[in-house]
């Protein structure tokens, strides 16, 4: 007896896996910032529908879910975000790793999980390199990482594209045959490829473009608190469109001084401030008209699991859920099914189990492609897009998205609004 005591406390001071009948998720993400912050209540919501249920059955042995907090940083400093996550699996001996938002980071943070073997579940982090070009070319080593949300870059670019049609066809209503569109892009790795994309898209004549002009192409930094010099040489180049490609703090400041400005061209694309629920708050009124993808909307159902996910959110934590929310509730659920097929914590028994994921969540369903990736697409995810009109969050894509045979549309979805300002500077 004293024998087998020994053992277990040798076994649980060398930090394997599930100490005791716990299993300790590291939660990783930019705990100072909005985007890390609804990464752990995404986490925590999944975490305690989980342990409510009974926890995680691997084989014979439950385990219930212990989440391990890991502020990265990452926003600003990718040294920080390495070490945190290091700290989280040689000191805290977290048994598996969710989240990271900043792409750069997330690169950087993924190497430190191939290291030790850990499983890394992406949830906030889109640059397509992340995993194209490592799990394809090098599977031994990256294995371990999937990504569950956002779609990659250049699917993002995909959606984000068929909003600015959206905006591009309003603006040719009022008589601009060729709409000029600025593109606002922050200095960031995940940006890139949808920069390039839409320079290319918006010039290329219709069906495959959309036969417009690029007035010009603007890249802020990403945590940058002021954008009126970008906004007043959007004005000057006579932009009718702004595509957005904000992901950081500097959507805020870009709502507030382009609503303050009333600078006449509408703004559509990527700005995941505009995600949430205190948007017009924090650009104090001035973001109304403002358009970006989201991931989920209020009201609208995507899947049978959307819209309890929601009122579940909105009732524990009073915030409208944005990506990184929903991505880490659906990722630590996937990784439960997983260990439960798995019926082991065996690193490569979960990789497998993992790729064999078909799970339906708050926003579509999502199955992994060759190299670990969320598959993009009707039937999969792709995302929403929405703007503020009337003091609220409204869908108005898609509503007649048509794929092939496949015309897709949800209930509670409207037509877009041009501001009104826009139209009176630019209605022929």
Known sequence: MKGKFFG?????????LAHGQTLRIGVVGPMAFVQGEHTWYGATLASEELNQAGGIQVGDRRYRVELVRVDTNEITSVT??????????????VDFLIGGFRSEAVLAMSEVAADYKKVFIITGAALDGILAGRVDRNYER???LFRVSPNKS??????SLLLLGEVVQAVRQLGVQRPRVAILAERAAWADPL???ASRLITTPPPQ??????????RPSATATDVTPELNAIRQAQAQVIYTVLSGPVGVPFGRDWGRLKIPAAPVGINVEAQQETWLQATDGLGAYVATLNTLAPGVAITPKTIPFISKFQARFKRFPIYTASGAYAALHILAEALNRAGTLEADAVVKALEATNYVGPSGRIVFDKVHDVTWGPGYTTGLGVQWVGGRMQAFWPRDWRVGNQVV???GVRPYELPPWVVEAWRR
């Open 209 to 218: 473009g959309y036969g417009a002009e690029v007035a010009g192409v603007w």
């Open 195 to 197: 920069v390039e994309t």
């Open 154 to 159: 250049s699917d993002l670019a995909r959606t």
């Open 8 to 16: 277990f406390a040798l076994a649980f001071l060398l930090g394997g």
């Open 80 to 93: 920080d975000a390495t070490t945190a996550v290091e700290r989280a699996i040689t000191a805290q001996r």
């Open 409 to 411: 549309r949800y209930a």
């Open 142 to 144: 990256f294995k371990y």
